[in-house]
């Protein structure tokens, strides 16, 4: 089972599924899935890694439910979520 998510960087490749824009540490994505994992988001933060170590993810949903998630956790995707990763100083 992968983790990677379904991310278009075009709208040109949108088609009849739904897609949802999102801001990963300030850059603007466009996902499919409707449900995010916390690897996935860390794979869209940082595509080239590291992986050996845990990151702090936050996020913030324009609709009002705002979190955090851990590893093995995930959340439900809406549009115009934000989302902020940052390396930590743990393993």
Sequence with gaps: MSIEPS???DDASKG???????VIN??????????LT???VVR???????????YSVTYAN???????LAPGQKV????????NVVKTNRS
């Design 7 to 9: 991310v278009h960087h």
């Design 26 to 35: 300030g850059q603007q994505e466009t996902v499919k899935d409707n449900h």
């Design 76 to 83: 439900t995707v809406k549009d115009g979520m934000s989302f």
């Design 62 to 68: 324009p609709r009002g439910h705002d979190g955090t």
């Design 38 to 40: 916390y690897e996935q």
């Design 44 to 54: 869209l933060a940082f595509p080239g890694g590291p992986f050996d170590i845990l």
């Design 16 to 22: 009849k599924e739904k897609s949802f824009n999102i």
